[in-house]
Nanobody, 123 residues
Framework: QAQLVESGGGLVQAGGSLRLSCAAS????????MAWFRQAPGKEREFVAV????????YYADSVKGRFTIGRDNAKNTMNLQMNNLKPEDTAVYYC????????????????WGQGTQVTVSS
């Protein structure tokens, strides 16, 4: 019954900001690496950002580097993604994921997934 649930998606103008959250239930995800992926219609799921369980190590896709910031609050069992200076190409369904393994940019490494939240950026 372990679950991840995303929230915070919506419609925003280009150049605007959104903050996505991922809430865990059924178990704690402390000591898990946690990541954000996104998928646009007709395209494969792609890596966005990842944070280690300690939140001391982060890695970002080149397409979002400098604009997005990943964070987590282990006490609240949540993860977030602050997205600034959004672009139309950021439009996608955003998914949070978790793995007990060392963090990875591959979706194949992740055991737990949320249902996704839609982010739409208009130009």
């Amino acid at each position: 019954q372990a679950q991840l649930v995303e929230s915070g998606g919506g419609l925003v103008q280009a150049g605007g900001s959104l903050r996505l959250s991922c809430a865990a239930s059924g178990r704690t995800f402390v000591s898990y690496a946690m990541a954000w992926f996104r998928q646009a219609p007709g395209k494969e799921r792609e890596f966005v950002a990842v944070t280690s369980w300690s939140a001391t190590n982060t890695y970002y896709a080149d397409s979002v580097k400098g604009r997005f910031t990943i964070g987590r609050d282990n006490a609240k069992n949540t993860m977030n993604l602050q997205m600034n200076n959004l672009k139309p190409e950021d439009t996608a369904v955003y998914y949070c994921a978790a793995t007990p393994e060392y963090y990875s940019t591959s979706p194949l490494a992740y055991r737990y997934w949320g249902q996704g939240t839609q982010v739409t950026v208009s130009s």
